[in-house]
C-alpha cells in the first residue's frame, strides 16, 4: 500500500502560477496528477515514469510542468498561465504497472484545491 499527500493548492488570480508537490510513502514507476470538479469525470493532467517522461494532457501542455525526485518519492506540479477553468481539485495517483499516461491507476491522495479566478 502507497499512500499519497499533496500540498501547495490555493487560490489565484488568472495567468497567476502555483507549485503542488505529491510525496509518496513508497516509490512507483508511475506517478501522475489527475484533476476533479464536482458533477463532472475525472481528468488526467499529466504523468511522469521513475525515468522522468512526463506526457502531458492537450489542455496544460505548455503551462504545466512535472517532474519527480525518485530518491524522495516526490511528484511536482508547476501550474503557469492558469486559467479559471483550470480551477479544480488536484489529485495525485500512482502505480507500478502499464502505460504511465494511461488508466489504471491503484494509489490515490486526498487531493488539493486550486482556485483560479478571473
Known amino acids: 500500500q502507497v499512500q499519497l499527500v499533496e500540498s501547495g493548492g490555493g487560490s489565484v488570480q488568472s495567468g497567476g502560477s502555483l507549485s503542488l508537490s505529491c510525496v509518496a510513502s513508497g516509490f512507483t514507476y508511475c506517478m501522475a496528477w489527475y484533476r476533479q470538479v464536482p458533477g463532472k469525470e475525472r481528468e488526467f493532467v499529466a504523468s511522469?515514469?521513475?525515468?522522468?517522461?512526463?506526457t502531458y494532457a492537450e489542455s496544460v501542455k505548455g503551462r504545466f510542468v512535472g517532474s519527480r525526485d525518485n530518491a524522495k518519492n516526490t511528484m511536482y506540479l508547476d501550474l503557469n498561465s492558469l486559467k479559471p477553468e483550470d480551477t479544480a481539485t488536484y489529485l495525485c495517483?500512482?502505480?507500478?504497472?502499464?502505460?504511465?499516461?494511461?488508466?489504471?491507476?491503484?494509489?490515490w491522495g486526498q487531493g488539493t484545491q486550486v482556485t483560479v479566478s478571473s
Open positions: 511522469i515514469h521513475s525515468d522522468l517522461i512526463a
Open positions: 495517483a500512482a502505480k507500478n504497472g502499464g502505460n504511465c499516461a494511461g488508466s489504471g491507476y491503484s494509489y
